[in-house]
């Protein structure tokens, strides 16, 4: 028993010692009441998964449940009540797809010097710039925000998720690990922007909203109770997963990805959307929230698929979970507590 104890020193005593600063001041106790359900949820589902024996298949239909109904119920409830012209902010699209992108390339060039390979260092370009939007993002956001963040954050969620399933195919095929050709591949990355199921919900949603059209009283009840579940569910499995994959070390790469993924990326979204100005003050924050989440599992779901980069994928989940306790716990305190310049450069 205790050797499956050790794994949960460090993250336990974080998480125990960051709720001690609570009593510091009433501000910072409210960030801190803000964020830290979050992460505990999380840090539930790591230590169950630590210390309750029980195979990774058993995750399989709840991941279905977050994937399939709770999260796509959470965006297509959030986003048909959102009028049409909101939706279609494409200067705020482009910009926070251009840093998700900026951030992908720095990372790309990081591990091409790490390890040589494009096939590895599109594995790193993608935990360098995809964060945790699906799992981590809706609840947080809305949770700091309220309901004005929805949109910023589907909008996000969508363009920053097509971008990676046209980039990783794309740099694999190039890479020659894929052995299809131009048509097969494009197949595959339309197959998997159209069908993915947050997409559709989202596209369900922009449709309704269009249309006027509200779900029968049943159905919206129980749309309601399904994004009631979306957040802690997503959170206990992400906690569970990480808890799951085997850290072999933290490998040389990994301090700078991480400080590029939780550091550099939320502040080149700020700079830019600040730079150019004209945006509600909650779209700026909502979406430096979002570029400041640790890396997406869906890093390690991409490194499994192609078999390259799998358990350094695995490390830079799990450290970077844990090390975003304190990074996003103190963006939420700059942005709500200490009146973090908005638009400081117009």
Known sequence: MLHRLKPL????????????????????????????????????GYVCGKLIELPEAGLAWMNAFIIYVALPALFFNLVHVTPVAELANWRFILITTACTGMAFGLAFVIGLFSSGKV????????????????????????????????VPTALIFVFDSTFFFT?????????????????????????RVLTHPFNIATAAGVAAAALH????????????????AAAPCALFVMGVTVALRPLKGISPEMPLLLF??????????????????????????????MAALPPA????????????????????????TIVSVVTV???LYFITASGIGYRALN
């Open 119 to 150: 096939e590895d260092a599109t594995i790193q370009g993608v935990a360098g710039g995809y964060s945790n939007v699906g799992y981590m993002g809706p609840g947080l956001t809305l949770a700091t925000f309220g309901p004005a963040s929805v």
């Open 297 to 320: 599992l869906n890093v390690f779901v991409m490194a499994n698929q192609y078999g390259v980069y799998v358990q350094r994928a695995s490390g830079l989940i799990l450290i970077g």
């Open 167 to 191: 980039i990783v195919p794309v740099m694999m095929a190039l890479a020659g690990s894929q052995k299809a050709n131009f048509a097969a591949t494009a197949g595959l990355i339309l197959k």
């Open 260 to 289: 590029l993924k939780l550091i550099v990326h939320p502040l080149a979204v700020w700079f830019c959307l600040s730079w150019l100005g004209h945006f509600d003050p909650v779209w700026t924050y909502t979406a430096v929230l």
């Open 213 to 228: 059209f509200h779900p029968p009283a049943a159905a919206a009840k129980m749309l309601t109770i399904l994004q009631g």
């Open 9 to 44: 020193i460090l993250p336990v005593a974080g998480f125990v010692s960051l709720m001690g600063l609570g009593a510091l001041a009433p501000a910072l106790n409210e960030v801190l009441s803000l964020a830290l359900p979050f992460f505990g949820l999380i840090l539930l």
């Open 329 to 331: 716990t103190g963006l």
